[in-house]
């Protein structure tokens, strides 16, 4: 059975080309700095939204028109929908794809039934992973919908819901395995509080430690090799998310001792909602060696919250790949596009579309870094900013043999210190607009 008669596998043809259903710019196998293009992004579909997303709203029901759901929460259709899923990527020409446990089954009324409701869907994924060549780049629980998670997971004051959410990670942790899967995903939920009044903030802290710590424990216990990662988001469902942002995350993880076992997930959205920019958060992750994989999306400058626009924003990617190119890609990550079409956006062909444009943008976005970088435009003016440091005594500051009381021998013999020089700003923003 087909599920999308009427639309190819997506050729790439080329920035001339006028074909809606190509690429323009992402062509697998072009070299990007000694990459092909599919080992540099590492693309990957997320499952919730693409193929569970409802376009539903707090204002209305969902809008989305889904030929091939029945409606029912039933195994079969779970089961039918992997195959939709399947065909879609193989034609978008995705090499991944991401899920939680609750997207791809029906959660059961027990948690024996739901996890064989997971293990009689991930029969059919692995069949479809065998069949396409697709691969799970990182699965992840979902410890938020459920009403047992009102007041959290691992962060819950109740100790059986922590114990529910842990033997749920367990499980997921275990089909990714089965599945090849290349990471694990924590992203909080509803770790967090709304108040601090009915909040022991320490306690929920040591308790969220407490539970990675486990999930460490039990990848060794099974031999899961995957990379974990840790998504952080400052806001939306709680108040205030634990994960806030990467140096929130980083600092977490450091306190915890789980330094070695966790590199991050950052999103765009996420960022922009903790006040950073995407480059900001990439930067900040990447330079302690602890960016992981990405999920692409975009907010919206007008909207408060995690809107999860597909990127299609030129400046955004370039700046995205200027900082993944310099740490040599993503791998064992990727870009996984946390997205959703909008709710206007309802037919099957708007998911191509919606792809089909995220993958170009980044494309675009690499060969514009990667020019920027052959020029060594922003290499070589922040080299030069710097060099104050290379030698005399900027060298012995960050060699540590200064001390504040050779600094003020050096400024006393001195007088006057050497002229500042401009930063030049505009002249570099005009320059990038020139490779755009
Ligand atoms: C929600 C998060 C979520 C994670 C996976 O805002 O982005 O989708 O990526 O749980
Ligand atoms: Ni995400
Ligand atoms: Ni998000």
Redesign the pocket.
Known sequence: MEYFPEVPVIPYEGPKSKNKLAYKHYNPEEVIEGQTMKDLFRFAV?Y??TFRGTGGDPFGPGTMVRPWDDGTDSVSNAQKRVEVAFEFMSKLGVPYY?F?DRDVAPEGATLAESNENLDAVAKVLKEQQEKTGIKLLWG?A?L?SHPRYMHGAATSPNADVFAYAASQVKKVMEVTMELGGENY?F?G?REGYQNLYNTDMQRELSHLARFMHMAVDHAKAIGFKGQFLF?P?PK?PTKHQYDFDAAACLNFIRAHDLWDYIKL?I?T??ATLAGHTMMHELEYASIQGKLGSI?ANTGDMLLGW?T?QFPTDIYLTTQCMLVILDQKGLAPGGV?F?AKVRRESFEPIDLFYAHIGGMDAFARGAKIAAAIRKDRVLADFVSQRYDSYNSGIGQQIENGTATFETLEQYVLQKVEITPNKSGRQELIENIINDYL
Do not use: I, Q, R
């Open positions: 997320a919730w939204h991401c939680h992840t979902n938020f995903v992203w939920g998504e988001k939306e997930n999103e959205n996420h999920d995690d999860d996984n946390d």
